[in-house]
Every structure is written in structure tokens, then in C-alpha cells.
């Protein structure tokens, strides 16, 4: 009696929404509704609902527009009360504009309890600061000349960054090689599949002939998205600058190796006369006089 009493104090002064449900199934077994059992004073809160208009209630009563909801609340519920262990996720509470992150574990077959914590504060400051982020990225992309896409496996385009996509236009349905080179087949230098057979970086270089022909240093990171599928983000940083000076620092490096080996070879050859004949030759007189 005391254990119960502890957890309903418990359950009454929780400040996450709390409801402990009983999963419905149709002939088949499969989860068609669920009925809440218990809420607590936080989910009332949450709900702007009232107990009495919630306990013993279907949720397909309490929330009519259930199945409009982006995630699929039955199934994911019924999977977990089917003993799917537990499951963490967030989600958006569409009619109180909030963002929630949702606990559910099932203590016995076909039922759950739920917890819900508000942290809609926490994904506004993350979305800021996400924003932050981003305008400083790209003031450094600008700056730098760089730019960002991304590429699956089979070379199509899923992102290309907004200072692209002014030059290159929409990326949607398009292959890398032919967005960005107008050619018919890949690079032939290309580190995509360098990168996804290694699972290692691959660094190469790129001319981009729509650019005037500037060229580019291209890291290509291989990674796996949400569904565990891999593709690569490629930075792209302009070099271009930089080749220029190597290939001036080359020029002069040949030339002077050239002039060097042109005066070895006229100084071997006794190619300049010693001062002293020189002279002598000029002043007419003979050796020794």
C-alpha cells in the first residue's frame, strides 16, 4: 500500500506529462487504439484537458485527427507494449505548439507507460544557434571561395550549397559530373569511389570549366545517413591562387636550373678566357715580355 501510495505522490508532483495506457488490438492482434488508464496533473497541463475528459478514453477520442499525426503513434506504441523493449524519440505536439521527448517501456504485454518532457526550449536555442552557425559557414565559404555538396552512391546530387546552386542552378534529379562538368560519365580522377571503397577520405583535384577553369581541391568524406546508406560530402576549396604560384615557383626554378647549366657547361668547355690572356691580348705584347 505504501509503494502505491509513493508512486501516485510521485506520478502527482512529476513535472513530465505522464499517462500509462492499455495498446487495442483488432482480430488480427495488430494495434488499432490505445485507452488511457492514468495521466497525471502535467499531462492535463499538456493537453489542456481535464482527467475526467481523459481517463477511460480511446485516443482516437481524445485526439480525433490521431492519424493526421506525422509519426504513426499506434504502431510505435504497439510495438513497444508488444515487447520491443522501450523507445525514446521526440516529437511536436501540434495542438499545444510544443516540442516533446517521449519515454515509453511496457511493464506487462499491452501496456505502456508514456512520459513526456517539454523541450521546446531546448530545440528553439538549438535551432539559434544552428542558425548562427550556418550564417557564419557561409560567410566563410564566400570568403574562402569553398563550397559543400552532397553525393550517394550512385553520383546524384542530394545537396548543393546556395552559392552553387546561383551559379549551377537547381541540383534536384542531376548527377554530380554532369551539374558540374556537363559530362556524360564520371571524372575520371573522381574520389567518390576512392572514398566509399576505402570508407577514407579521398583528396583529389578539379577543374571547373563553367568557372573560367578554376580549380579546386576536393575532399570527398565518405558517411552513412539516417538509414545507415552511404554517400559523401565533398568540400571543395579553391587552389587556384595557389597553382599559379607553383606553377611561376616551377618556371623559375627550371629557368634558373637551366642558366646554371648553360654557364657549366661554357665554363668547362674553356669557354671564358682567364683575365691575364685577356690582357695580353689587348696590350699586343707577347708572353714574357
Not at 482480430?27 to 499531462?43: I, K, Q, T
Request: overall charge positive; some cysteine.
Amino acid at each position: 500500500m505504501g509503494k502505491t501510495v509513493n508512486h501516485r505522490l510521485l506520478l502527482e508532483n512529476l513535472p513530465d506529462a505522464f499517462a500509462y495506457i492499455q495498446i487495442l488490438t483488432d482480430g488480427e492482434g495488430s494495434p488499432v487504439d490505445h485507452l488511457f488508464l492514468e495521466v497525471n496533473p502535467a499531462f492535463e497541463k499538456m493537453t489542456g484537458l481535464r482527467k475526467e475528459q481523459i481517463r477511460g478514453k480511446k485516443a482516437s477520442e481524445v485526439y480525433p485527427r490521431l492519424a493526421d499525426f506525422f509519426l504513426d503513434w499506434i504502431g510505435t506504441y504497439g510495438r513497444v507494449a508488444a515487447g520491443e523493449g522501450s523507445v525514446c524519440f521526440d516529437s511536436y505536439y501540434e495542438p499545444g505548439k510544443r516540442w516533446y521527448e517521449i519515454t515509453a517501456y511496457s511493464d506487462a504485454p499491452g501496456y505502456l507507460a508514456v512520459f513526456f518532457r517539454d523541450i521546446t526550449e531546448s530545440k528553439l536555442y538549438a535551432a539559434k544557434v544552428l542558425g548562427e552557425t550556418t550564417g557564419r559557414l557561409r560567410q566563410v565559404l564566400r570568403a574562402t571561395r569553398s563550397s559543400i555538396d552532397i553525393i550517394d552512391c550512385d553520383y546524384n546530387l542530394l545537396y548543393v550549397d546556395e552559392h552553387w546552386q546561383a551559379i549551377y542552378g537547381p541540383p534536384e534529379g542531376r548527377k554530380c559530373y554532369e551539374y558540374f562538368k556537363e559530362r556524360r560519365s564520371p571524372c575520371k580522377n573522381c574520389g567518390l569511389p576512392r572514398a566509399l571503397e576505402t570508407k577514407k577520405v579521398s583528396i583529389s583535384e578539379q577543374v571547373l570549366p563553367r568557372e573560367g577553369h578554376r580549380i579546386v581541391e576536393c575532399h570527398t568524406v565518405p558517411h552513412q545517413n539516417e538509414r545507415g546508406e552511404w554517400q559523401v560530402a565533398e568540400f571543395k576549396v579553391d587552389i587556384t591562387r595557389r597553382k599559379e604560384l607553383e606553377k611561376n615557383l616551377e618556371y623559375r626554378l627550371r629557368f634558373e636550373k637551366m642558366i646554371g647549366d648553360i654557364s657549366g657547361s661554357f665554363i668547362g668547355a674553356g669557354g671564358i678566357p682567364r683575365a691575364s690572356s685577356t690582357r695580353q691580348r689587348c696590350s699586343g705584347r707577347p708572353r714574357g715580355a
